[in-house]
């Protein structure tokens, strides 16, 4: 076997794909070289082992560690199914790991987290001192006894040291919280919890049920568990979130520069960086740290009130005058967003807030509360280590200080959207100041510098161009990452995807009952065609439920909806064998989510999914536009909106046929993904938008005429076995 193919110990299956096989040499010799790889592959195709296999092998070759992390539930088990199939070819040690927040026996927040860790530890740390004072005062004592003064007077001293450390065990005992399940990882033996942990790939609800069992922290003991490790599947946030990651790699036992990282779903990677990086402060907790400067007794107080107090009036005036007569009624759970940006100068929260300060200068009463709220925060920390508090006190102090000092610095900076959004609850309508990061390049490309090397896949990474831009990846190198694209490897035989020629689906549009009663019938001929089981992809949740209640069919309707567990009804939906699953194609099962054969046989896509153009998605326009060189907003428009549109699309497709064996039909119902109209239709034509291998296999048919294209397809797979319905 060749070094390029001695990474093939650990594929677990009989023999890779030929296009698998390919990505997997060239992500081999791409890092042997430290180079970044972007790899697109077609879903069903392989890609996590194309990446995994190579990447494990270098990684055991040159001393380093690799880490796969996604966004997706669904891929997380996929991963740890690929994993346990290859340590039972090649064993690897793998931990699977999850936050705290999921994990944690007794339900406490982070900061009493840290709190209980700290006083668990040092109480530990001084019974083994006291253990080790005991034993030499003993080994003292026996040589005193044997007539040597200097162990004598040595016993002395360590006589009072005993004593002293003694009192502070037993304070440590009485006074201060301890977490229980901690104190019994520090105390006893877990050299069975850990070789039970490495002979397979646990879950993280396997540690958890382990340790409830064993009085044990799962979490803790998963921590203590990853260094040395092969191979740690993780969330995003792990990566992603800068504080988080020092602390994982610390974890890891690892410097950045020794981590190859894995990025699944990697088109998803722009928006979970935005996310972490985006800042909030809301109403009730500026109202909250006014009553907590109420409480305290310091010379500090007064400018910290000043600061605070100036921001929490300047927000509700901003968004007070923004609501026009009615809307305040209106207004329900989500977040809406009321524009507070200027083109020229500052946004007018900033300039409510410096009319409503009234001080001897912001800056030097934000400092004073800067520092009063790190004192306050220490003396919490202190409260609860000794006992004094059930509960670790957060400061709201800190918090909104904190956030004032970063709005006044950070609001005008390039790539960052100041927006006010308002809500109501049971308690009536507050507001919150945002921080909106519009460029997540800021986040991703330190990340992509830091690491040895990093493999980003996904079934939708193209243009290959836009995702290198957006994210910075492979930017400290002259020839940039490598690319690889593989489309669709299966039978071309096995699969049609149907460009249907129905009137675009505008928003404007939509409530036209013309339009309605064409993408009705589409959809009627669609799921009466289909031998099994159909997936209706829609722009929204709405446009989902408009269609559910208009459809007249033989087969079994189900309705997803925001808020409501997708998986539950994923599996009632497959375990049906003529159904239709009517969903949001921004919703969770557009993506990582398989439909192999009898599960799914045509998905339908009904209108171009394109996200709310808001104020908030102008300003991401607008800082592509800029950060990219495009003075007419064209690259704005295409890196903000279209290419991000058609890859939820694109998604959508993939969802049907997933192997070889496999087979099924993909509809597209809007004029904008024809062939024919994309000439007309000039910009508002998404068909040039796609992969070219991709629009080749675009069939352009009328509305009509569906029913019997599907009809011819399906009866060539011999679909069914008791003759085709009448079209």
Not at 541 to 568: I, W
Not at 702 to 711: D, E, V, W
Request: proline share 4%; net charge negative; glycine share 6%.
């Amino acid at each position: 076997m060749s070094e390029t193919a001695s990474f093939l110990r650990y594929f677990p299956y009989e023999a890779p794909y030929d296009h698998q096989h390919e990505a997997m040499d060239r992500i081999h010799d791409a890092l042997g070289e430290g180079r970044d790889v972007l790899f697109e592959g077609a879903c069903g195709t392989g890609k996590t082992l194309a990446s995994l296999v190579p990447a494990l092998e270098y990684a055991d070759r040159e001393d380093k560690t690799v880490v796969i992390t996604t966004n997706v539930h669904q891929q997380t088990r996929q991963f740890i199914e690929e994993a346990r199939a290859i340590t039972r070819q090649e064993p690897i040690r793998t931990v699977v790991f999850r936050g705290k927040g999921s994990m944690c026996h007794i339900d406490v927040g982070y900061e009493e987290c840290q709190a209980l860790r700290d006083t668990t530890r040092e109480l530990v740390d001084q019974e083994a001192e006291l253990a080790d004072l005991e034993r030499r005062q003993e080994e003292l004592l026996d040589a005193a006894q044997d007539g040597n003064e200097q162990a004598a007077e040595a016993r002395s001293s360590v006589m009072d040291e005993l004593e002293t450390v003694e009192e502070g065990v037993e304070a440590l005992r009485e006074e201060a919280t301890i977490c229980d399940r901690y104190y019994a990882n520090l105390t006893e033996d877990t050299d069975e919890f850990y070789a039970w942990l490495y002979e397979d790939v646990r879950t993280p609800d396997d540690v958890y049920e382990y340790a409830e069992r064993a009085g044990f922290c799962g979490y803790e003991l998963l921590k203590e568990g990853m260094e040395g490790v092969d191979l740690v599947v993780c969330n995003y946030h792990h990566l992603l979130d800068p504080t988080i990651r020092e602390q994982f790699f610390r974890w890891l036992g690892r410097d950045p520069e020794d981590v190859v990282a894995v990025f699944d779903e990697a088109h998803n990677v722009e928006d979970a960086a935005r996310d972490h990086a985006t800042r909030t402060l809301t109403e009730t907790t500026l109202d909250s740290a006014l009553e907590e400067l109420d409480e305290v007794e310091d010379y500090r107080v007064e400018a910290a009130e000043r600061v605070v107090s100036a921001f929490r009036e300047a927000l509700g005036e901003v968004y007070d005058e923004a609501l026009g007569f009615g809307e305040r009624e209106t207004l329900g759970d989500d977040w809406a967003d009321v524009t507070v940006d200027n083109d020229e100068g500052r946004d007018d929260l900033t300039l409510a807030f410096l009319d409503a300060y009234e001080g001897p200068g912001y800056k030097q009463d934000l400092e004073a509360a800067l520092n009063l709220g790190s004192t306050l925060d220490r003396k919490y920390q202190e409260q609860y280590k000794e006992g004094e508090t059930t509960s670790r006190k957060e400061c709201r102090v800190l918090q909104a200080a904190g956030f004032v000092e970063e709005w006044m610095d950070e609001s005008k900076a390039a790539g960052t959207y100041p927006v006010v959004s308002v809500r109501r609850d049971e308690t009536g309508v507050y507001g919150r100041a945002e921080l909106y990061t519009c460029i997540p390049r800021q986040v991703t490309e330190p990340l992509f510098e830091e690491l040895y090397a990093s493999v980003l896949m996904s079934a939708t990474l193209r243009p290959f161009d836009v995702t290198e831009d957006v994210l910075g990846v492979g930017a400290d190198r002259e020839d940039g990452p490598v690319t690889m694209a593989f489309g669709e490897q299966f039978p071309p035989e096995r699969r049609r995807t149907y460009a249907v020629d129905a009137p675009a689906l505008f928003a404007s549009q939509r409530d036209d009952p013309g339009v309605q009663e064409t993408v009705t019938e589409v959809l009627s001929d669609a799921v009466r065609m289909t031998p099994g089981n159909t997936l209706a992809f829609f722009p929204s949740y709405s446009e989902a439920e408009r269609y559910y209640h208009r459809l007249e069919t033989e087969a079994t309707p189900y309705l997803d909806r925001p808020g409501v567990r997708a998986q539950e009804l994923k599996e009632e939906f497959v375990d049906d064998d003529d159904a239709v699953l009517f969903t949001s194609l921004w919703g969770t099962l557009t993506e990582g989510v398989s439909y192999d054969d009898d599960d799914a046989r045509t998905v339908v896509v009904v209108g171009v999914p394109y996200p709310h153009l808001d104020d908030r998605m102008e300003a991401v326009q607008g800082a592509y536009a800029t950060a990219f060189g495009d003075d007419d907003g064209e690259k704005g428009w295409e890196y903000a909106v279209e290419v991000p549109t058609v890859r939820k699309t694109r998604q959508a497709l993939g969802r049907v046929v997933r192997s070889p064996e496999d087979f099924g039909a993909r509809v597209l119902v809007d004029e904008r993904y024809t062939q024919s109209q994309a000439r007309e239709l000039g910009d508002y034509s998404v068909y040039p938008t796609f992969p070219e291998e991709e629009r080749t296999e675009h069939i352009d048919v009328n509305p009509g005429k569906l029913k019997y294209a599907m009809l011819n397809f399906y009866a060539d797979m011999d679909a069914w076995p008791e003759g085709p319905p009448t079209p």
